[in-house]
């Protein structure tokens, strides 16, 4: 059973990779995958309980990622629809692409630490299409702009959803995490960023082209709706983490009642306008606009990888690097390797498995560079993380053009930044 799931997760992870060439969708591929590797689990795992429950449990996790990626993505189309972004790229007046590349990762790096790595993405890419109007350019971007969330996520508690998981296990704590991870995380983005400002330089800003506004003007939203929509829709994503902190609620609760507040503001603002001068701006319209082919894939790809989880085979693995590899270092970054291709969260909760808080106390080399490479590794393949998966379906990134563009960058980033860590750790002890 365990060499054919591996089989069918290799042949579906190729075909998603191919996908341009073999001329079928990834989503169909990780939805096949998914649909396959539960079956053989179900026909030849164990007890009909057992396979309900686990089932049961990874729906569950599944479900809240999407949920949250369903209630980010519509309020940005929101926001969007009320050209709410117009508030941030009527105040960037740079030419040079190169200085608007290290804007966007700077920005990006930090508002991935208290918002999270996967809305940071959603906004920030989104917004990359009011700025940029050659889709090469915005490609670049979206790369910079995953490299630069989940490194920003990986310093804080609350930035990256592994990050969160070793917070609340007890492994590392809020202060300490902080001042250990800044440098090698901020190492992480700036020297991909130094490398793609090398090959941009000299480039200019071309926006994108005017929408034809003739016979528009009547439906076009007024300042006040604009910047209500903007500071209310943002205000929601941002007080998400604040929400989950506070309640205790997973992150998906926060995102669905900021939603409903959305949409009741909404609705109110426009209930005095006609049915055909309103219809563009409703949240049922933003509804309709999202990608759904994307949200599928992330479906897809999320229930295969749990599927191995519930075989093992993971857990296998991380016993496997300990026995053969040895050093912890080693381990980690080996690690951080793998979650460019199966998913992190499983790999750190296997991790969290292995290793005892009893042998390795909070704030433990090991808990920190775990939170590190795991938190930034990712960023190596485009579905190596959500972050890359919302940018994927953002822009329809292909998986070939990720590995021959930004997955050198990424693994230089990440390379550079453990490197970093390990240094700072031998030199301060911490």
Known sequence: MLTLMVLIFVVAYVCIALEHPLKINKSASALLGAGLLWTVYAVMGGSPETLGSQLGESLMGTAQIVFFLLGAMTIVEVIDAHDGFEVITERIQTQSL??????????TFFLSSVLDNLTTTIVMVSLMRKLLGQREDRLFFAGIIVIAANAGGAWTPI????TTMLWIGGQITTVNIMTSLFIPSAVNLLVPLAVTSFFLRGKTVVPPESADLSGKAMLASTAFERNLM???GMGILVGVPAFKTLTHLPPFMGILLGLGVLWLVGDLVHRDKADEHKEHLTLVNALSRIDMASITFFIGILLAVAALEHIHLLSALATWLDHSVGRLDLIVILIGLVSAVIDNV???????GMYKLADYPADHFL????AYCAGTGGSILIIGSAAGVAAMGLERIDFIWWVRRISGLA????LSGALIYIVQFRLLGA
Do not use: H, K, N
């Not at 930035?159 to 592994?162: A, E, F, H, I, N």
């Not at 499983?346 to 969290?352: E, G, H």
């Not at 808990?367 to 775990?370: K, L, N, R, S």
């Not at 693994?411 to 990440?414: E, Q």
């Open 98 to 107: 190169t200085r608007l590349l290290w804007l966007v990762g700077v920005i």
């Open 159 to 162: 930035g990256d959803v592994t």
């Open 230 to 232: 903007f500071v209310l």
């Open 346 to 352: 499983p790999l750190v909760a296997a991790s969290m």
């Open 367 to 370: 808990w920190e560079f775990m």
């Open 411 to 414: 693994l230089v980033g990440y």
